[in-house]
Protein backbone atom coordinates (compact mmCIF):
# COMPACT_ATOMS: atom_id res chain seq x y z
CA UNK A 1 0.00 0.00 0.00
CA UNK A 2 2.82 2.13 0.46
CA UNK A 3 4.42 1.58 -2.52
CA UNK A 4 1.24 3.04 -4.26
CA UNK A 5 0.82 5.92 -2.50
CA UNK A 6 4.76 7.13 -3.29
CA UNK A 7 4.10 6.06 -6.39
CA UNK A 8 0.62 8.19 -7.01
CA UNK A 9 2.84 11.09 -5.15
CA UNK A 10 5.44 10.95 -7.49
CA UNK A 11 2.89 10.15 -10.86
CA UNK A 12 1.10 14.12 -9.22
CA UNK A 13 4.85 15.47 -8.52
CA UNK A 14 5.89 14.76 -12.34
CA UNK A 15 2.60 15.66 -13.58
CA UNK A 16 2.93 19.68 -11.62
CA UNK A 17 6.49 19.87 -12.44
CA UNK A 18 6.31 19.54 -16.21
CA UNK A 19 2.86 20.33 -16.66
CA UNK A 20 2.79 23.51 -14.55
CA UNK A 21 6.12 24.77 -13.31
CA UNK A 22 8.26 24.35 -16.70
CA UNK A 23 5.48 25.46 -18.78
CA UNK A 24 6.83 28.45 -20.98
CA UNK A 25 5.93 31.84 -19.75
CA UNK A 26 4.15 33.63 -22.79
CA UNK A 27 4.34 37.65 -23.13
CA UNK A 28 1.14 38.82 -23.14
CA UNK A 29 0.43 40.57 -25.97
CA UNK A 30 1.24 44.52 -26.55
CA UNK A 31 -2.01 46.76 -25.76
CA UNK A 32 -3.52 48.53 -28.16
CA UNK A 33 -5.63 51.90 -27.94
CA UNK A 34 -7.73 52.69 -30.63
CA UNK A 35 -9.28 55.93 -30.45
CA UNK A 36 -12.40 56.13 -28.66
CA UNK A 37 -15.58 56.75 -30.54
CA UNK A 38 -18.58 59.38 -29.34
CA UNK A 39 -21.67 57.70 -27.82
CA UNK A 40 -24.75 59.40 -28.47
CA UNK A 41 -28.09 57.89 -27.65
CA UNK A 42 -31.30 58.26 -29.76
CA UNK A 43 -34.20 59.89 -27.86
CA UNK A 44 -36.69 60.45 -30.34
CA UNK A 45 -38.15 56.52 -30.10
CA UNK A 46 -39.44 58.23 -26.79
CA UNK A 47 -41.75 60.29 -28.63
CA UNK A 48 -43.49 57.51 -30.47
CA UNK A 49 -47.35 57.79 -29.68
CA UNK A 50 -48.15 54.22 -28.50
CA UNK A 51 -45.07 55.01 -25.70
CA UNK A 52 -46.72 58.13 -24.44
CA UNK A 53 -50.31 56.51 -24.31
CA UNK A 54 -48.95 54.01 -21.34
CA UNK A 55 -50.56 54.70 -18.00
CA UNK A 56 -48.60 53.53 -14.93
CA UNK A 57 -50.14 50.74 -13.09
CA UNK A 58 -51.78 51.44 -9.39
CA UNK A 59 -49.52 50.59 -6.39
CA UNK A 60 -50.05 47.22 -4.99
CA UNK A 61 -50.03 47.87 -0.95
CA UNK A 62 -49.12 45.49 1.65
CA UNK A 63 -51.78 43.11 2.37
CA UNK A 64 -52.74 43.29 6.48
CA UNK A 65 -51.71 40.83 8.33
CA UNK A 66 -55.18 38.72 8.94
CA UNK A 67 -54.89 38.33 5.46
CA UNK A 68 -51.32 36.62 4.38
CA UNK A 69 -52.34 33.09 5.05
CA UNK A 70 -52.79 30.14 7.60
CA UNK A 71 -51.07 29.79 10.80
CA UNK A 72 -49.55 26.72 9.83
CA UNK A 73 -49.36 26.21 6.69
CA UNK A 74 -48.37 22.48 6.32
CA UNK A 75 -52.03 21.56 7.93
CA UNK A 76 -54.63 20.01 5.13
CA UNK A 77 -57.03 22.69 3.75
CA UNK A 78 -60.49 21.60 6.02
Given at each position: MIIVFFL????????LYF???KRERVPPPPQVFLPQKKIEIDFSILENPILKS???FEE?????PERVGKENPF???K
Open positions: VLLITLSIGYFLEKIGVPSLPI
